[in-house]
Antibody
């Protein structure tokens, strides 16, 4: 069974840092992109960023509002993805989900290592940023 | 990075059909075939029910169907069941990022 389990959430003061982990099992981790999303209390889903699989360079992309503060990394030997969050703001308060990237986006017939959809999702971990 | 536009709520009786729209622009929904839909029950993780505009993952009933016309994607749920009551989110690739709709709460009367 494919599983993703987020951990590392908690209460943190503004300006501080936090690292979330996404521990996976049930699939060949190195073959897939991993993506992070978040959901503020009572709000909708928001894409945070993702990391490609190593065959596609293992590079990352981020939502504009998080670029420069958030960093995604992966340890294929442990089947874990990480989300390092620095300079946290109160508006970063949310449940953070990780998900396996599925399918592959093609541009002019070229596979570019970006997933087209996301499945499954972990249960999420709550990050609360407050003084 | 503007959100896609979904109705805040829709409702229907058991056995009926409902359609949820998702309107974007030519830079997201209208420009790519990578629209997906996610179902989220309260306190639970989202679950994909449609990907690539109209494809269903294994295990998702054929009561769920997706389509797209221009800049608007749609999710249709036929033969409504009580367990379909949930929040539904559309998601589209937008060239270098993904954008979601604000979510639609489906109430089964």
């Amino acid at each position: 069974e494919v599983q993703l389990v987020e951990s590392g959430g908690g209460l943190v003061k503004p300006g501080r840092s936090l690292r979330l982990s996404c521990t996976t099992s049930g699939f060949t981790f190195g073959d897939y992109a991993l993506t992070w999303f978040r959901q503020a209390p009572g709000k909708g889903l928001e894409w945070v960023g993702f990391i490609r699989s190593k065959p596609y360079g293992g590079t990352t992309d981020y939502a504009a509002s998080m670029k420069g503060r958030f960093t995604i990394s992966r340890d294929d030997s442990k089947s874990i993805a990480y989300l390092q969050m620095n300079s946290l703001k109160t508006e970063d308060t949310a449940v953070y989900f990780c998900s396996r990237g599925m399918g592959s986006i093609t541009i002019f017939g070229v596979i570019i290592g970006i997933p087209g959809w996301f499945d499954p999702w972990g249960q999420g971990t709550l990050v609360s940023v407050s003084s | 990075q503007s959100a896609l536009t979904q109705p805040r709520s829709v409702s229907g009786s058991p056995g009926q059909s409902v359609t949820i729209s998702c309107t974007g622009t030519s830079s997201d929904v209208g420009g790519y075939k990578y629209v997906s839909w996610y179902q989220q029950h309260p306190g639970k993780a989202p679950k994909v029910i449609i990907y690539d505009v109209s494809k269903r993952p294994s295990g998702v009933p054929d009561r769920f169907s997706g389509s797209k016309s221009g800049n608007t994607a749609s999710l249709t749920i036929s033969g409504l069941q009580a367990d379909d009551e949930a929040d539904y989110y559309c998601c589209s690739y937008a060239g270098s990022y993904w954008v979601f709709g604000g979510g639609t709460k489906l109430t089964v009367l």
